[in-house]
């Protein structure tokens, strides 16, 4: 411990040091920067969208440009892995930023502090992807969340966002508290915070069935299900996500869920994978859980926004197949799939925006009925994101969803694996439902739709290309994900 506390002393400094922390600095400074145009020319508040995009673009491109040997870093880690998922999180800002615009315009709520707020959540989220280190990654953790709550209850003149942000608030508070007791039960097990070092001690000393680190496995899964929103811990998703600004519930799903799923990763198979065979079987039992619950109650919805808040837990069953297969291929085709599902679920987002009506979030599922008759574009985007989140080919979510099937298949999840392709048929049916109403529904009245800004038009190509590209072409998304998982 004492070697990474030398930077305390400043005769030991040197600018190297600060090498590993340069992206998330450069991000910090781009949020302070967003607070002083909002605060000191507020009459130039239409140019924070675009600041935002291209301050975050420029430590996107810097995060994939550094690489910083393992020794060179004090507790976080420029290796493939922290890229992937830096480059994931940090796409849902831009994404969602470009979005945020037209909501904006929408619901005449010029907030400023919004970008900065998001970029200060991205933060946290880059130290909690970068952290090889249980005292960083809780650090990183509360960093990302705290902006998040304010995020969340920014419009006051809606109750529904109020109480989103109390329940937030407090069942992210509860997490904490699980992980926290875990990383202490770590700590006192190993003498260290060093994931590698408590994953060296464990196998050195043969502790897989020590009760004290069964029960520190236990309090880390439940908490980090929380994060990622995995049943049964999925309690505050559907009501989070339906009172959350419609712009923000877009990044809840993509960004913060990816570094939640950055984190479980890098603890499972870095301190646990000697126990694999006790906690593997565990987290596939609540993959399928998680499937079955999103799938099976997306059914009966018919808020389009309720229904995505299902829709994401659901995914997030998916993603957590590969990580319980507990093998590098596992992990990387949850990395893949998490990056396709970006796009689709982003694209389908940015489709409720177009269609909210004033100082309106419209968000019945009827708002789509008669969409081809007088918008066909954007109901062939919407068919298109429609079909990606059912698994249909050739979109990107057929492909992500083979590649965690192959992965799952092959480490023996047989059962699991066909409950997951029945799950998806299942998904189907809600899916396609917003399509029969798009091509077959009489419009519902008069079915009128703001005039798309150029960010979210942005958006809608980004997406559109992304998920037909990446079911055409996944290879080279999968190659990089199996790369970023190399040592």
């Given amino acids: 411990m004492t070697d990474r506390l030398l930077v305390l002393n400043p005769a030991a400094f040197n600018w190297g040091m600060i090498t590993p922390v340069l992206p998330e600095l450069i991000l910090l400074a781009v949020g302070v920067v967003l607070v002083a145009l ?5 009459r130039q508040r239409q140019l924070l969208p675009w600041m935002t995009v291209l301050g975050v673009s420029a430590v996107l491109l810097m995060n994939l440009g550094m690489s910083v040997p393992p020794e060179a870093g004090i507790m976080l880690l420029n290796d493939g892995y922290t890229a992937f998922f830096c480059t994931l999180c940090l796409g849902s800002v831009i994404l969602t930023a470009l979005m945020r615009e037209m909501y904006s315009e929408q619901m005449q709520a010029h907030h400023g502090e919004f970008y900065s707020l998001m970029v200060f959540s991205a933060v946290g989220m880059m130290v909690m992807i970068a ?10 953790l509360e960093l990302m969340a705290l902006p998040l709550y304010v995020l969340i209850g920014m419009h006051k003149k809606e109750f529904r966002t109020s109480e989103a942000a109390a329940k937030y608030f407090l069942m992210g508070v509860f997490a904490s508290a699980l992980l926290l ?8 097990l190993s003498g260290s915070t060093n994931l590698a070092e408590i994953g060296t001690y464990i196998k050195s000393h043969s502790l897989a069935s020590n009760p004290a680190l069964v029960t520190a496995l236990a309090l880390l899964v439940a908490g ?6 995995v049943v049964p811990f999925h309690m505050w998703t559907p009501d989070v996500y339906e009172g959350a600004p419609t712009v923000l519930t877009a990044f809840m799903s993509a960004g913060p869920k990816a570094a ?13 994978p000697e126990l694999e065979p006790n906690w593997g079987p ?3 039992m609540l993959a399928v859980l998680t499937m079955a619950v999103g799938n099976i109650v997306a059914l009966v919805q018919n808020s389009l926004k309720r229904m995505l808040a299902y829709s994401a837990i659901a995914h997030a069953g998916y993603a957590l197949l590969g990580i319980a297969a507990g093998t590098a ?7 893949s799939y998490l990056f396709i599902y970006l796009f689709m679920n982003m694209g389908a987002f940015a489709i409720l925006i177009i269609f909210s009506r004033g100082q309106e979030e419209h968000e019945s599922i009827h708002c789509c009925q008669g969409m081809a008759a007088k918008h066909p574009v954007l109901a062939l985007c919407m068919l298109i994101f429609m079909f990606s989140l059912t698994g249909i080919p050739p979109t990107g979510g057929f492909t992500g969803k083979f590649y965690l099937f192959q ?4 480490a023996g999840y047989t059962v699991p694996v066909i409950m997951a392709v029945l799950l998806s048929a299942v998904s189907a049916f809600f899916y396609l439902r917003i399509i029969r109403l798009m091509y077959m529904g009489a419009p519902e009245g008069q079915v009128t739709i703001n005039s798309p800004t150029v960010g979210i038009l942005v958006v809608l190509g980004v997406a559109v290309a992304g998920t037909i590209l990446l079911g055409v072409a996944p290879g080279a998304l999968f190659d990089w994900a199996q790369r970023a998982m190399l040592p």
């Avoid at 952290?131 to 650090?139: E, P």
């Avoid at 939640?260 to 646990?272: E, P, S, Y």
Wanted: hydrophobic share 70%.
């Fill in 282 to 284: 565990v987290l596939v």
């Fill in 260 to 272: 939640g799923f950055a984190v479980f990763g890098r603890i499972m198979l870095t301190v646990f």
């Fill in 329 to 335: 291929s596992g992990m990387a085709a949850a990395m």
């Fill in 38 to 42: 909002d605060l000191f020319a507020p």
């Fill in 224 to 229: 980090l299900c929380f994060k990622v929103a």
């Fill in 181 to 188: 007791f875990g990383m202490s039960l770590l700590f006192g």
């Fill in 407 to 410: 992965s799952a298949l092959a």
């Fill in 131 to 140: 952290s090889v280190d249980l005292m960083t990654i809780f650090l990183g």
